[in-house]
T-cell receptor
Framework: AQKITQTQPGMFVQEKEAVTLDCTYD???????LFWYKQPSSGEMIFLIY??????QNATEGRYSLNFQKARKSANLVISASQLGDSAMYFC?????????????????FGGGTRVLVKP | DAGVTQSPTHLIKTRGQQVTLRCSPK?????VSWYQQALGQGPQFIFQ???????QRGNFPDRFSGHQFPNYSSELNVNALLLGDSALYLC????????????FGDGTRLSIL
C-alpha cells in the first residue's frame, strides 16, 4: 500500500482564491510527522509546513494551513489567497519513528505530488 | 547563512560510467540524506548519513554508495550508470534526531545517454 497518496495530479486555481490539496497517509507508527513541500520548476524543494502526530492543533504558517484529521489519516494543505508565484508542484511527505537524539526515523516518504497552476 | 549547496548543477554521462555528486549541508546541520526524483514523480529516499556512517537506506542497489566527511559534507557515487538513473538528485540536510524539517538543495540533474 502507498504510504502517502495525493489523488489530485493537477489543479487550476484562480488568483486570490483558496485551494485545498489532498494528502492521505498510512502508518502504524504512533510517532510520525507530516510535511508539505513546494517545488517550483527550478527544482528546489521548499519546506512549507509541518504537523506532528501528537500536535493538538492544526499547523499554520502564513497563508498555509494544514487540515489534520488523524482518525481519517489525512493532512490536507490549504493555501489561502493564491498568488501567481504559488504555481508549482506540491508534495506531501511523512517521517515515521523519529527517535530524539538519534538519526533514526529521519527519512522522508513522499507522495506523487499535485501540480498547481494559478490563473490571473 | 548558507543553505544546502549541491554540485554540479547538471551532468551528462553515458551508460556504464560512474558519477560523483556533492553536497554541503546547511550550517549547523549534521545529517545528510539523498533522494532520487524521476521526472514527474516524488523523490525516493536513497540513503542517509549521520556521524560519517550510513544510517538508513532505501530500496536502491549497491551501485549507489555514499560518504560523509568530518565537516558533514557528503558525496553520492553511482557506478555502472543505467539509462534509468537519469533523474534529479536531491540532497537534504537536517539536525540529527530533532523533529525539524529537512532542508533541500537545488539538486543535480543527471542525464544518461
Amino acid at each position: 500500500a502507498q504510504k502517502i497518496t495525493q489523488t489530485q495530479p493537477g489543479m487550476f486555481v484562480q488568483e486570490k482564491e483558496a485551494v485545498t490539496l489532498d494528502c492521505t497517509y498510512d502508518t502504524s507508527d504512533p510517532s510520525y510527522g507530516l510535511f508539505w513541500y513546494k517545488q517550483p520548476s527550478s527544482g528546489e524543494m521548499i519546506f512549507l509546513i509541518y504537523q506532528g502526530s501528537y500536535d493538538q492543533q492544526n499547523a499554520t504558517e502564513g497563508r498555509y494551513s494544514l487540515n489534520f484529521q488523524k482518525a481519517r489519516k489525512s493532512a490536507n494543505l490549504v493555501i489561502s489567497a493564491s498568488q501567481l508565484g504559488d504555481s508549482a508542484m506540491y508534495f506531501c511527505a511523512m517521517r515515521e519513528g523519529l527517535i530524539e537524539g538519534t538519526a533514526a526515523g529521519n527519512k522522508l516518504t513522499f507522495g506523487g505530488g499535485t501540480r498547481v497552476l494559478v490563473k490571473p | 547563512d548558507a543553505g544546502v549547496t549541491q554540485s554540479p548543477t547538471h551532468l551528462i554521462k553515458t551508460r556504464g560510467q560512474q558519477v560523483t555528486l556533492r553536497c554541503s549541508p546547511k550550517s549547523g546541520h549534521d545529517t545528510v540524506s539523498w533522494y532520487q526524483q524521476a521526472l514527474g514523480q516524488g523523490p525516493q529516499f536513497i540513503f542517509q548519513y549521520y556521524e560519517e556512517e550510513e544510517r538508513q537506506r532505501g530500496n536502491f542497489p549497491d551501485r549507489f554508495s555514499g560518504h560523509q566527511f568530518p565537516n558533514y559534507s557528503s558525496e553520492l557515487n553511482v557506478n555502472a550508470l543505467l539509462l534509468g538513473d537519469s533523474a534529479l538528485y536531491l540532497c537534504a540536510s537536517s539536525l540529527g534526531g530533532r523533529n525539524q524539517p529537512q532542508h533541500f538543495g537545488d539538486g543535480t540533474r543527471l542525464s544518461i545517454l
